[in-house]
């Protein structure tokens, strides 16, 4: 026999089909939930069901995350997944990535699609953000005039601060006309110049907080030029204005915290300012003062007038000192020269005596040396015609005439001969 299959094969083929078909990767299948099991591991398994058919679903635990909240059989629920082959047990069956309640289904495929056009418009990027006065004047709401959004807001702006002006636009906030309501009262309020503009309404379902996921309040939001708070349902709602607006408050209240700055914790906070500006001023006038009082002192040390009176006291004590030692100076020499008057004859007497006695011993060695004295020893002096002394024989020529001086007087005489003497 030909071409005989094995069960594995067969399923394998199967699901490969089911993988090929692009469809089957991402369907939406609507029904009623039967035969609904968690199971200990985490998965969800049920199965979907209308008058027509059944299909057997499972959610793996991976999936749950995205799941709001707890299936229960016999609850009309929109199932997004793909449908393929279990290969084991060659059944198909729809593998469910996100379940939503029937009727928000739609609603919810369509607030995604339209936030992620206008993320990929750039209306969500924090640069087109326009930062909130820190402190307002003037106060814009766009809600429904009736409702606890609207007396939340008000209570909580006035107990905040007394003095604050609170413009509201009465819009529609549900049903039929209110995305064109919202955008009017953007508009009016942001024409009239206010200084922040809250968007906003209580809780609700999906269906009752639509008009704020509307692409024309997105835009409205988007081109006004006041900054805009949203405050749309409670802290778990999110809607497209939420993105698009310059800052989303989880409340309607907890808006009119971030809007309206505290008019008694800035007068605290300007007291608190105030208390140490003063403190910081008597420092600093303290410093001041006492710098000034060290200036004031050194001006007068240094002052023209302080300086010739200290020099002038300065003179004077010279002036005495000079004095005392002059007349200490002067009774000294007095007592000195009486002193020296008293002992001059002896001193006179004592220096006549010392220079007679030096003049003797002058006058024996003048005798030493005076050339009269040694002729009168035998000695005698030979000088040439020039009167220069002749010592040598070397300056002595026979038949020259020399003079010799002896004690008496001198003799003339001529050289007969030299002759040299050895010793």
């Not at 992620?116 to 005039?145: C, H, N, S, W």
């Not at 220069?388 to 008496?408: F, H, K, M, N």
Request: aromatic share 8%.
């Amino acid at each position: 026999m030909k071409n005989v299959y094995s069960v594995g094969q067969v399923n394998k083929y199967i699901q490969n089909m089911f993988t090929q078909d692009f469809m089957l990767r991402r369907i939406y299948v609507r029904g009623e939930v039967s035969n609904c099991k968690y199971h200990t591991s985490g998965h969800i398994y049920f199965s979907l069901k209308d008058e027509t058919g059944s299909i057997a679903c499972v959610m793996f635990a991976g999936n749950r995350k995205g799941l709001a909240f707890q299936m229960k059989n016999g609850q009309s629920v929109i199932v997004l997944g793909s449908v393929s082959v279990y290969e084991r047990d060659g059944r198909y069956q729809l593998y469910a990535g996100e379940i939503l309640l029937d009727g928000v289904g739609l609603l919810y495929e369509k607030y995604e699609a339209l936030k992620k056009e206008l993320e990929e418009m750039g209306m969500f990027a924090d640069e087109y953000k326009q930062p909130l006065k820190p402190y307002i004047k003037r106060l814009g709401i766009v809600t429904a005039p009736t409702g606890a959004a609207v007396r939340d807001i008000m209570n909580i702006a006035y107990r905040r601060n007394p003095y604050i002006q609170l413009i509201l636009y009465p819009a529609l906030v549900q049903g039929e006309g209110a995305a064109l309501s919202i955008v009017k009262g953007i508009e009016a309020l942001d024409a009239a110049g206010v200084d922040t503009i809250i968007v906003g309404r209580g809780g609700g379902s999906i269906e009752d907080l639509w008009a704020f996921n509307e692409e024309i309040v997105a835009r409205a939001i988007f081109e006004c030029s006041t900054p805009i708070i949203s405050a749309v349902g409670h802290e778990t709602d999110f809607t497209i204005a939420d993105f698009v607006a310059d800052l989303r408050a989880p409340t309607p209240s907890a808006a009119a915290e971030l809007a309206v700055a505290d008019i008694r914790a800035v007068q605290e906070r300007m007291k608190a300012y105030a208390g140490k500006l003063t403190r910081d001023m008597l420092t600093q006038l303290a410093v001041y003062r006492q710098r000034m009082e060290h200036l004031q002192h050194r001006l007068r040390d240094l002052s023209p007038q302080q300086q010739i009176r200290e020099k002038r006291m300065h003179l004077m004590e010279r002036e005495e000192k000079l004095q005392r030692l002059m007349e200490q100076r002067v009774g000294e020499c007095k007592h000195e020269t009486e002193r020296l008057w008293q002992q001059l004859p002896m001193l006179m007497e004592q220096r006549i005596s010392n220079a007679r006695h030096e003049l003797q011993l002058m006058i024996e060695r003048l005798k030493g040396q005076s050339p009269l004295d040694k002729l009168n020893q035998g000695y005698s002096y030979t000088a040439d015609t020039q009167g220069r002394a002749v010592t040598r024989i070397s300056q002595a020529i026979p038949g020259q005439e020399l003079t010799v001086y002896v004690a008496d007087g001198r003799i003339h005489t001529q050289v007969i001969d030299v002759q040299e003497t050895e010793f």
